[in-house]
């Protein structure tokens, strides 16, 4: 085959990507709020990406470690913001701004890297479940039943007693008590699409049950589980945040937006006479972590609605 | 002319399972022992109302469903057929040859990779292409298909077959890269089609395949039916509730109520004469498209029976207006009351008294 | 003659989607006489259920009533339906206008009993009806001597119920435990009245059927319910959107006979939407024929299966399977009504089409009496 000839081949199947993406970004322009959901979260990924430009690792304090927040001296009252630190310092003169930066980072890591392992295997029980039913399914589910039960933040605690305090045992916790959820509305999503009549009539043309699951239960059914995840990820981050807020998260001086607020916790209450002194050492870093789920809501929400009709448009 | 497909004793419950442990309390009989022959080359019809269990026996008969009883023959050689009868009937029922020969003609013990490989002569058409037919696959995906699992054909090949077949229901080259939705309702059906044939079956269940399409579109679908059938040498089975459809199309029509047959014949001969009262309840119901006749109704009373407690005795009795006590009490079995050559098979003990 | 009882006149109706506009009525001329049944056929797409629905003002968004009128005579009364507040029409519909769909079990809610959802449509339209059958019983029973305190309670609070049934004194009566049981006479009322027009739908058990709940039913059931409902309060106009289609051929057949009768008894008028020319030539006596948006042709039901003009009509007719004739087929598709097709909707799939077909829209005229056409080749004929 030319090469003319494999160029018009993918040009032509191409074109209904084409337009399906077309036709999600006119849906998305009608709506504002998607927008500027979108906005919100391009503008985190281009921090995330611009870190290294955007504040420079390579103090002598981090000790090779670009995610752990440089600071000069010991002196444990914060500063204001100032030329040197745009943002302030919190406690031990731990720069604020390159700590927020650096966290968006650890805030994808962490979003991403749990949802992605509660939606894998969510996705994975769910669909054998609901595809094979019977005792299977009543074992999984029942299984996933007392995964449910167990309290995310308890256990979270647990692991810290048990292997000390780090950012890994948060995410081992949360990404173990998260996956019930997707597995169950996989199942239930996979429920509805087994009976329609096009995965009959793939077993009808002699389909293995692999490539049943595959090409068409999968695809029809895994749209509420992508909206579930994108607002997930604004959750896990919340999450992760409160977590480390209460020291169960990572250690003094790591690049974590929660872990910023963790050390104003003396702070808060500010000076006697002025409530609000020490106001930059949680307001900076609260309106990073809002920020961020809140992009990932009002995406999560634009995705629902674009995804939405466009079933029922079929 | 040679059977094509031979069924003896089709049984196909739906178990209901109740309770905390999902026991089975009931079945639903859908098909309750189905005894019939399809010959090659012809379209058999097959009618009947919602729930009477034909959608059911379709799906049996091509093995998209496994059956509790019965055995079904395809393209069994006459002299092989006769030897299995011979040994049925013998004493020795349970010999090795007659198990042997069973696994090999008997499609109800068909599994795996044979049953795979039966895909290929038998196919189905469904009722409505909307919801037969991935959305979320292109045209080009969805008829390829079938030749890509069975591995006929693939890479070039498949795309060159793919469009052939495509042309050949009146679709152009450049729609393969479309959804289904895309398509009108016509068109979708002839996407199924054109899947369904893909591999040159020899047997096509099509299952009520107009009642989703316009008037207009419909006798355009069966003549494509017809044209279809000469090409390509294929036996249909048509099932449809449609009367007016099956009149037209089909070489021999059965009746079916309630899981069972009540009469087959010659389209011909079903239409002009009906026998059971059914059938002529249900050929008086169809409403016709000539305002002046006014066809006297055989109203029946009542509703369709569940199937899951189909009532004694012959089935139809309840409604039936010439029930007699026999009726109540014994299940009457198919009789034919034709005349040479012209079989008319009837399952009904006014008429099988009155031929005594 | 007959005096009309609804006259569409230049219906337009558009729905506004993300594709584009569909126009999917341009000016539909209507006219539908008192005690006949008009029926309505046409393909899919034809835009025959939207004339139904914008009879009763429902059309569902996106889709809005452009122009046109829709006159109502009733009672001495000429409404013009289009121009009314939603309250009035209200009271209109399931009173005067009623309408039963196509999927029965579709338009019953499948969370309260059958009991539940016809006590609503009495409720709301025959209410001062049933409560004075409530105050008459309870003088009987007070004149034959059943005297006591409760008689006279009910009767006070039946009578304040009479003029005003959502006053705050009853609301507030209604929470009181012992004394909020006075409702229970209404409900034996309505209870009384149901299973009558359950026995005039010909149900053999209305009891039972009572209590079940629309997915006990079966399709034939379910559709009775659903005429039930449709029919309590006597309406003029019955307007019936392909209530068969969905149900076996015999249930067709009681059902048909069933509209038949109770047309007969009441003497209502029935629109009659269908595409099934078989169940029109049973059931109608006018038919109109709709494509694409527009009426095409109107005549008697005779008429137009004798002698159909418009090239569609004759189309439609030939390609109903009949034995032993050849399957003839209108050639094309129905057009996509975002962009329709200029002039006569139809000339696209026309054999007889001709030049002026493709530039002008050709208006309803009268060829022979009561048989109108809307064609080109009939004009000034």
Same mark, same amino acid.
């Given at each position: 085959?030319?090469?003319?000839?494999?160029?018009?081949?993918?040009k /032509?199947?191409?074109?209904?990507?084409?337009?399906e993406?077309k036709?999600?970004?006119?849906?998305?322009?009608?709506?504002?709020?998607?927008?500027?959901?979108?906005?919100?979260?391009?503008?985190?990924?281009?921090?995330?990406?611009?870190?290294?430009?955007?504040?420079?690792?390579?103090?002598?304090?981090?000790?090779?470690?670009?995610?752990k927040?440089?600071?000069?001296?010991?002196?444990?009252?914060?500063?204001?913001?100032?030329?040197?630190?745009?943002?302030?310092?919190?406690?031990?003169?731990?720069? @604020?701004?390159?700590?927020?930066?650096?966290?968006?980072?650890?805030?994808?890591?962490?979003?991403?890297?749990?949802?992605?392992?509660?939606?894998?295997?969510?996705?994975?029980?769910?669909?054998?479940?609901?595809?094979?039913?019977?005792?299977i399914?009543? @074992? &999984?589910?029942?299984?996933?039943?007392?995964?449910?039960?167990?309290p995310?933040? @308890?256990?979270?605690?647990?692991?810290?007693?048990?292997?000390?305090?780090?950012?890994?045992?948060?995410?081992?916790?949360?990404?173990?008590?998260?996956?019930?959820?997707?597995?169950?509305?996989?199942?239930?999503?996979?429920?509805?699409?087994?009976?329609?009549?096009?995965?009959?009539?793939?077993?009808?043309?002699?389909?293995?049950? &692999?490539?049943?699951?595959?090409?068409?239960?999968?695809?029809?059914?895994?749209?509420? &589980?992508?909206?579930?995840?994108?607002?997930?990820?604004?959750?896990?981050?919340?999450? /992760?945040a409160?977590?480390?807020?209460?020291?169960?998260?990572?250690? @003094?001086?790591?690049?974590?937006?929660?872990?910023?607020?963790?050390?104003?916790?003396?702070?808060?209450t500010?000076?006697?006479?002025?409530a609000?002194?020490?106001?930059?050492?949680?307001?900076?870093?609260?309106?990073?972590?809002?920020?961020?789920?809140?992009?990932w809501n009002?995406?999560?929400?634009?995705?629902?609605?674009?995804?939405?009709?466009?079933?029922?448009?079929? | 002319?040679e059977?094509?497909?031979?069924?003896?004793?089709?049984k196909?419950?739906?178990?209901?399972?109740?309770?905390?442990?999902?026991?089975?309390?009931?079945?639903?009989?859908?098909?309750?022992?189905?005894?019939?022959?399809?010959?090659?080359?012809?379209?058999?019809?097959?009618?009947?109302?919602?729930?009477?269990?034909?959608?059911t026996?379709?799906?049996?008969?091509?093995r998209?469903?496994?059956?509790?009883?019965?055995?079904? %023959? %395809?393209?069994?050689?006459? *002299?092989?057929?006769?030897?299995?009868?011979?040994?049925? =009937?013998?004493?020795?029922?349970?010999?090795?040859?007659l198990?042997?020969?069973?696994?090999?003609?008997?499609? #109800?013990?068909?599994?795996?990779?044979?049953?795979?490989?039966?895909?290929?002569?038998?196919?189905?058409?469904?009722? *409505?292409? #909307?919801?037969?037919?991935?959305?979320?696959?292109?045209?080009?995906?969805?008829?390829?298909?079938?030749?890509?699992?069975?591995?006929?054909?693939?890479?070039?090949?498949?795309?060159?077959?793919?469009?052939?077949?495509?042309?050949?229901?009146?679709?152009?080259?450049?729609?393969?890269?479309?959804?289904?939705h895309?398509?009108?309702?016509?068109?979708?059906?002839?996407?199924a089609?054109?899947?369904?044939?893909?591999?040159?079956?020899? %047997?096509? $269940?099509?299952?009520?395949?107009?009642?989703? $399409?316009?008037?207009?579109?419909?006798?355009?679908?069966?003549?494509?039916?017809?044209?279809?059938?000469?090409?390509?040498?294929?036996?249909?089975?048509?099932?449809?509730?449609?009367?007016?459809? $099956?009149?037209?199309? #089909? *070489?021999?029509?059965?009746?079916m109520y309630l899981?069972?047959?009540?009469?087959?014949?010659?389209?011909?001969?079903?239409?002009? =004469?009906?026998?059971?009262?059914?059938?002529?309840?249900?050929?008086?119901?169809?409403?016709?498209?000539?305002?002046?006749?006014?066809?006297?109704?055989?109203?029946?009373t009542?509703?369709?029976?569940?199937?899951? =407690?189909?009532?004694?005795?012959?089935?139809?009795?309840?409604?039936? #207006?010439?029930?007699?006590?026999v009726?109540?009490?014994?299940?009457?079995?198919?009789?034919?009351?034709?005349?040479?050559? =012209?079989?008319?098979?009837v399952?009904c003990?006014?008429?099988?008294?009155?031929?005594? | 003659?007959?005096?009309?009882l609804?006259d569409?006149?230049?219906?337009?109706?558009?729905?506004?989607?993300?594709?584009?506009v569909?126009?999917?009525?341009?000016?539909?001329?209507?006219?539908?006489?008192?005690?006949?049944?008009?029926?309505?056929?046409?393909?899919?797409?034809?835009?025959?259920?939207?004339?139904?629905?914008?009879?009763?003002?429902?059309?569902?968004?996106?889709?809005?009533?452009?122009g046109?009128?829709?006159?109502?005579?009733?009672?001495?009364?000429?409404i013009?339906?289009?121009?009314?507040?939603?309250?009035?029409?209200?009271d209109?519909?399931?009173?005067?206008?009623?309408?039963?769909?196509?999927?029965?079990r579709?338009?019953?809610?499948?969370?309260?009993?059958?009991?539940?959802?016809?006590?609503?449509?009495?409720?709301?339209?025959?209410?001062?009806?049933?409560?004075?059958?409530?105050?008459?019983?309870?003088?009987?029973?007070?004149?034959?001597?059943?005297?006591?305190?409760?008689?006279?309670? +009910?009767?006070?609070?039946?009578?304040?119920?009479l003029?005003?049934?959502?006053?705050?004194?009853?609301?507030?009566?209604?929470?009181?435990?012992?004394?909020?049981?006075?409702?229970?006479?209404?409900?034996?009322?309505?209870?009384?009245?149901?299973?009558?027009?359950?026995?005039?739908?010909?149900?053999?058990?209305?009891?039972?059927?009572?209590?079940?709940?629309?997915?006990?039913?079966?399709?034939?059931?379910?559709?009775?319910?659903?005429?039930?409902?449709?029919?309590?309060?006597?309406?003029?106009?019955?307007?019936?959107?392909?209530?068969?289609?969905?149900?076996?051929?015999?249930?067709?057949?009681?059902?048909?006979?069933?509209?038949?009768?109770?047309?007969e008894?009441?003497?209502?008028?029935?629109?009659?939407?269908?595409?099934?020319?078989?169940v029109?030539?049973?059931?109608?006596?006018?038919?109109?024929?709709?494509?694409?948006?527009?009426?095409?042709?109107?005549?008697?039901?005779?008429?137009?299966?004798?002698?159909?003009?418009?090239?569609?009509t004759?189309?439609?007719?030939?390609?109903?399977?009949?034995?032993?004739?050849?399957?003839?087929?209108?050639?094309?598709?129905?057009?996509?009504?975002?962009?329709?097709?200029?002039?006569?909707?139809?000339?696209?799939?026309c054999?007889?089409?001709? +030049?002026?077909?493709a530039?002008?829209?050709?208006?309803?005229?009268?060829?022979? +009496?009561?048989?109108?056409?809307?064609?080109h080749?009939?004009?000034?004929?």
């Amino acid at each position: 085959m030319s090469v003319r000839h494999r160029l018009s081949e993918f040009k /032509a199947g191409m074109k209904p990507t084409v337009k399906e993406l077309k036709f999600i970004i006119t849906r998305m322009r009608k709506s504002p709020l998607s927008i500027v959901g979108i906005a919100i979260i391009l503008f985190f990924i281009a921090i995330a990406l611009l870190c290294p430009i955007l504040a420079p690792p390579g103090y002598p304090s981090q000790g090779g470690d670009p995610y752990k927040m440089p600071h000069e001296g010991w002196t444990p009252t914060p500063s204001p913001p100032s030329e040197d630190h745009p943002f302030g310092t919190t406690i031990y003169q731990f720069d @604020i701004y390159y700590g927020c930066i650096w966290g968006t980072r650890i805030a994808f890591y962490v979003g991403f890297l749990v949802v992605g392992i509660s939606l894998a295997v969510g996705l994975f029980l769910g669909i054998v479940s609901g595809y094979y039913g019977g005792a299977i399914d009543e @074992i &999984l589910m029942r299984f996933t039943d007392i995964i449910y039960a167990f309290p995310g933040l @308890i256990f979270a605690m647990a692991l810290v007693v048990a292997f000390g305090r780090s950012l890994t045992s948060v995410l081992i916790a949360l990404s173990l008590v998260g996956w019930p959820t997707y597995a169950r509305v996989m199942r239930s999503e996979v429920l509805r699409v087994k009976q329609e009549d096009y995965v009959e009539a793939a077993k009808a043309v002699g389909c293995s049950d &692999l490539r049943v699951i595959v090409k068409h239960v999968l695809p029809n059914s895994i749209y509420s &589980l992508l909206i579930m995840a994108s607002l997930d990820i604004g959750g896990i981050v919340l999450t /992760a945040a409160a977590l480390s807020f209460l020291g169960l998260g990572s250690s @003094i001086g790591f690049a974590d937006w929660g872990q910023i607020i963790n050390q104003s916790r003396d702070w808060i209450t500010g000076a006697p006479g002025n409530a609000l002194a020490y106001w930059y050492t949680f307001v900076i870093p609260g309106t990073f972590i809002f920020t961020f789920v809140l992009g990932w809501n009002l995406l999560g929400d634009a995705l629902r609605d674009v995804l939405d009709p466009m079933i029922r448009r079929r | 002319m040679e059977t094509l497909i031979e069924v003896v004793g089709l049984k196909k419950y739906y178990p209901i399972t109740g309770g905390v442990f999902k026991k089975k309390i009931a079945d639903v009989k859908a098909v309750d022992g189905i005894s019939l022959s399809i010959l090659k080359r012809e379209c058999f019809g097959l009618v009947g109302e919602s729930g009477c269990g034909k959608t059911t026996f379709g799906k049996t008969v091509i093995r998209l469903l496994k059956p509790n009883v019965g055995n079904i %023959f %395809f393209d069994v050689p006459s *002299d092989v057929r006769e030897e299995i009868k011979r040994l049925e =009937n013998s004493n020795n029922s349970n010999s090795s040859r007659l198990k042997k020969l069973r696994k090999q003609y008997d499609l #109800s013990t068909f599994k795996g990779r044979r049953l795979k490989k039966l895909r290929r002569r038998m196919q189905i058409v469904y009722q *409505d292409p #909307s919801t037969s037919l991935n959305p979320r696959m292109l045209v080009k995906d969805l008829v390829g298909e079938p030749l890509k699992v069975q591995g006929l054909a693939k890479g070039r090949e498949l795309r060159e077959r793919v469009v052939e077949m495509l042309e050949k229901l009146g679709l152009a080259e450049n729609q393969l890269y479309r959804y289904p939705h895309e398509f009108s309702g016509g068109q979708r059906q002839r996407i199924a089609i054109a899947r369904a044939i893909i591999t040159q079956p020899t %047997f096509v $269940v099509l299952d009520e395949p107009t009642s989703s $399409v316009d008037v207009s579109v419909r006798a355009e679908l069966l003549k494509e039916f017809q044209r279809l059938q000469k090409e390509f040498d294929l036996t249909y089975l048509f099932v449809s509730h449609d009367l007016s459809v $099956v009149e037209c199309i #089909s *070489d021999r029509v059965a009746v079916m109520y309630l899981g069972k047959i009540v009469e087959v014949a010659r389209t011909t001969e079903l239409f002009r =004469n009906p026998l059971h009262p059914y059938t002529i309840a249900l050929f008086s119901a169809i409403p016709v498209p000539d305002p002046t006749i006014r066809r006297k109704r055989v109203l029946l009373t009542g509703e369709v029976p569940s199937p899951v =407690n189909p009532p004694k005795g012959c089935r139809f009795h309840p409604r039936c #207006s010439m029930a007699m006590d026999v009726c109540r009490k014994e299940e009457p079995e198919l009789v034919d009351v034709g005349s040479e050559g =012209n079989e008319h098979l009837v399952a009904c003990h006014l008429l099988k008294s009155r031929l005594l | 003659m007959k005096e009309n009882l609804i006259d569409i006149e230049n219906l337009k109706v558009r729905f506004y989607t993300y594709e584009g506009v569909v126009k999917a009525l341009e000016g539909v001329n209507l006219s539908l006489r008192k005690g006949e049944t008009l029926g309505v056929a046409g393909e899919t797409g034809c835009g025959k259920s939207v004339t139904g629905l914008s009879v009763l003002v429902l059309v569902p968004p996106p889709g809005k009533i452009e122009g046109g009128r829709i006159t109502f005579k009733n009672a001495n009364k000429t409404i013009d339906l289009l121009k009314q507040k939603e309250s009035f029409l209200c009271d209109i519909r399931g009173k005067e206008i009623s309408m039963i769909f196509q999927e029965p079990r579709a338009a019953l809610n499948p969370v309260y009993t059958v009991e539940t959802q016809l006590s609503e449509v009495f409720l709301h339209h025959r209410r001062k009806e049933l409560i004075q059958r409530v105050l008459d019983g309870l003088e009987k029973d007070v004149k034959n001597g059943k005297g006591g305190l409760f008689y006279g309670i +009910e009767r006070s609070l039946y009578r304040r119920m009479l003029e005003n049934s959502d006053s705050l004194y009853l609301r507030f009566v209604s929470k009181i435990p012992v004394v909020r049981r006075y409702r229970l006479r209404l409900k034996k009322e309505i209870r009384k009245e149901i299973i009558r027009t359950l026995r005039e739908i010909e149900i053999a058990d209305p009891e039972r059927v009572l209590n079940m709940y629309p997915h006990e039913l079966s399709g034939g059931m379910a559709q009775r319910v659903v005429i039930a409902m449709a029919l309590t309060c006597n309406p003029t106009l019955l307007i019936a959107d392909e209530p068969t289609t969905s149900v076996d051929v015999t249930i067709q057949a009681q059902i048909l006979s069933l509209i038949r009768r109770l047309k007969e008894k009441f003497g209502s008028s029935v629109i009659y939407i269908t595409h099934d020319m078989g169940v029109i030539a049973e059931t109608c006596d006018r038919v109109a024929i709709m494509y694409a948006g527009s009426i095409c042709e109107v005549a008697d039901v005779m008429e137009i299966f004798k002698n159909p003009l418009h090239p569609y009509t004759k189309g439609l007719l030939e390609s109903i399977p009949t034995p032993g004739k050849e399957f003839k087929s209108i050639k094309g598709t129905v057009p996509n009504l975002i962009n329709p097709p200029k002039g006569c909707r139809f000339h696209p799939r026309c054999s007889k089409a001709m +030049e002026i077909c493709a530039k002008v829209t050709p208006k309803m005229v009268e060829v022979e +009496e009561g048989h109108f056409v809307a064609c080109h080749l009939y004009r000034g004929a």
